[in-house]
T-cell receptor, first 109, second 112 residues
Framework: AQRVTQPEKLLSVFKGAPVELKCNYSYSGSPELFWYVQYSRQRLQLLLRHISRESIKGFTADLNKGETSFHLKKPFAQEEDSAMYYC???????????FGKGTSLLVTP | DAGITQSPRHKVTETGTPVTLRCHQTENHRYMYWYRQDPGHGLRLIHYSYGVKDTDKGEVSDGYSVSRSKTEDFLLTLESATSSQTSVYFCAIKILGIPEAFFGQGTRLTVV
């Protein structure tokens, strides 16, 4: 069975502080992992995919297969980063994404 | 937005009435999905489709049915709406060879 766990429902940080949103997964094979972001009442947008290893809006995420984690990090949080963040897993390209319950990030001035 | 349009965007309906939500895409992609989004639950898969007349159940399919008679349209029907189906419904597509999903704007459904 595949499962995605985001342990924090809400994460509040000050502007300029580092932020880390945790994501752990369980899957027996080699899944595809993603971070999606949802700004207030908007559609979900892809933030990162693990296969591309790129940085978007200053966010990075490293896949740790040993710890089965895919934590999202940013060294200096900005107020515009306040949003809902979802970690998602897919066994391969043809399959539906399985989402975690999401973490609401609040960046305060 | 990968050419995905959901309609209606908002709907209020009474318990026991049927409701159909539409997802329309302009690019003829095979893979389409319906999710519901609820606080504390994240997004949960309701039904999915791999092509015309090829649909299957997801994690939370009870009380929902789907139809896909044309590649571009994926319809989600609540045969008899209940208050527990008050939610935001998202349609998503996947493009062949691209691992991520692309989402519609969502439909906010309230069952009173």
């Amino acid at each position: 069975a595949q499962r995605v766990t985001q342990p924090e429902k809400l994460l509040s940080v000050f502007k300029g502080a580092p932020v880390e949103l945790k994501c752990n997964y369980s899957y027996s094979g080699s899944p595809e992992l993603f971070w999606y972001v949802q700004y207030s009442r908007q559609r979900l947008q892809l933030l990162l995919r693990h296969i591309s290893r790129e940085s978007i809006k200053g966010f990075t995420a490293d896949l740790n297969k040993g710890e089965t984690s895919f934590h999202l990090k940013k060294p200096f949080a900005q107020e515009e980063d306040s949003a809902m963040y979802y970690c998602a897993l897919s066994p391969n390209s043809g399959y539906a994404l399985n989402f975690g319950k999401g973490t609401s990030l609040l960046v305060t001035p | 937005d990968a050419g995905i349009t959901q309609s209606p965007r908002h709907k209020v309906t009474e318990t026991g009435t049927p409701v159909t939500l539409r997802c329309h895409q302009t690019e003829n992609h095979r893979y389409m999905y319906w999710y519901r989004q609820d606080p504390g639950h994240g997004l949960r898969l309701i039904h999915y489709s791999y092509g015309v007349k090829d649909t299957d159940k997801g994690e939370v399919s009870d009380g929902y049915s789907v139809s896909r008679s044309k590649t571009e349209d994926f319809l989600l029907t609540l045969e008899s709406a209940t208050s527990s189906q008050t939610s935001v419904y998202f349609c998503a597509i996947k493009i062949l060879g691209i691992p991520e999903a692309f989402f519609g704007q969502g439909t906010r459904l309230t069952v009173v």
